[in-house]
C-alpha cells in the first residue's frame, strides 16, 4: 500500500525536472536509465566548483553584496561546492591562472551536470542553497570576483 507521504515524495521526484525546466527555466535532460537530471553548462546556466571550506567564504562575500547563488555540494572528500551562474565570460589569461591556483573549476561548455534529486542520498548531490524562482543567477564574473577577493582577504587557500 502506498502512504500519503510516499505518494508525495513520489510526485515530487516527477515533478523536479518540469521545476528545474519550466519554473527556472534552465536548459535540463534527464537520463532515461537512471532518471537523474542534469543541467546544460555553458549554456543559460554555468558552475564553478571549489573546495567547501573556501566556497563558504566566498558564499558569504557573495550574501554580503545581495547576491544570491544557488550552490550544491557534490558528495565525495573532500567536499565540492558548485556555484550556479549565468553563462561564462572570457577571462583574462591572468585570472584563469589565479583561479587554477584557487582551485577554482569549471567544465567545457555542453557538459551535462547531475542536479539534486528530491530524495537525496548520502552519494547524491544535495543544494545548499537552493535556487529561487523570484531570483536571477549571479553573472559568471561576480562569483570569479568574489573568489579573488576571497583570496586576498583570507590569505593562502
Same mark, same amino acid.
Not at 551536470?113 to 545548499?128: C, Q
Given at each position: 500500500?502506498?502512504?500519503?507521504?510516499?505518494?508525495?515524495?513520489?510526485?515530487?521526484?516527477?515533478?523536479?525536472?518540469?521545476?528545474?525546466?519550466?519554473?527556472?527555466?534552465w +536548459? !535540463?535532460t534527464?537520463?532515461? @536509465? /537512471?532518471?537523474?537530471?542534469? $543541467?546544460?553548462?555553458?549554456?543559460? #546556466?554555468?558552475? *564553478?566548483?571549489?573546495?567547501?571550506?573556501?566556497?563558504?567564504?566566498?558564499?558569504?562575500?557573495?550574501?554580503?553584496?545581495?547576491?544570491?547563488?544557488?550552490?550544491?555540494?557534490?558528495?565525495?572528500? +573532500? !567536499?565540492?561546492?558548485?556555484? @550556479? /551562474?549565468?553563462?561564462?565570460? $572570457?577571462?583574462?589569461?591572468?585570472? #584563469?591562472?589565479e *583561479?587554477?591556483?584557487?582551485?577554482?573549476?569549471?567544465?567545457?561548455?555542453?557538459?551535462?551536470?547531475?542536479?539534486?534529486?528530491?530524495?537525496?542520498?548520502?552519494?547524491?548531490?544535495?543544494?545548499?542553497?537552493?535556487?529561487?524562482?523570484?531570483?536571477?543567477?549571479?553573472?559568471?564574473?561576480?562569483?570569479?570576483?568574489?573568489?579573488?577577493?576571497?583570496?586576498?582577504?583570507?590569505?593562502?587557500?
Amino acid at each position: 500500500m502506498i502512504t500519503p507521504v510516499a505518494d508525495e515524495a513520489a510526485q515530487r521526484a516527477l515533478d523536479l525536472p518540469d521545476y528545474y525546466t519550466e519554473i527556472l527555466t534552465w +536548459p !535540463t535532460t534527464t537520463e532515461a @536509465l /537512471t532518471g537523474v537530471t542534469g $543541467v546544460r553548462l555553458g549554456e543559460a #546556466v554555468d558552475a *564553478l566548483f571549489m573546495r567547501a571550506g573556501f566556497a563558504c567564504e566566498v558564499n558569504h562575500l557573495l550574501v554580503l553584496s545581495m547576491l544570491h547563488a544557488p550552490v550544491i555540494a557534490m558528495p565525495g572528500e +573532500p !567536499t565540492t561546492w558548485v556555484f @550556479l /551562474t549565468q553563462a561564462r565570460t $572570457v577571462m583574462r589569461e591572468s585570472t #584563469v591562472a589565479e *583561479l587554477m591556483r584557487l582551485k577554482v573549476e569549471w567544465e567545457p561548455v555542453g557538459t551535462t551536470m547531475p542536479l539534486p534529486s528530491a530524495d537525496v542520498l548520502e552519494s547524491e548531490p544535495r543544494w545548499l542553497v537552493p535556487p529561487d524562482p523570484a531570483r536571477e543567477l549571479p553573472p559568471w564574473m561576480a562569483v570569479v570576483g568574489a573568489a579573488r577577493r576571497t583570496s586576498s582577504l583570507c590569505g593562502a587557500w
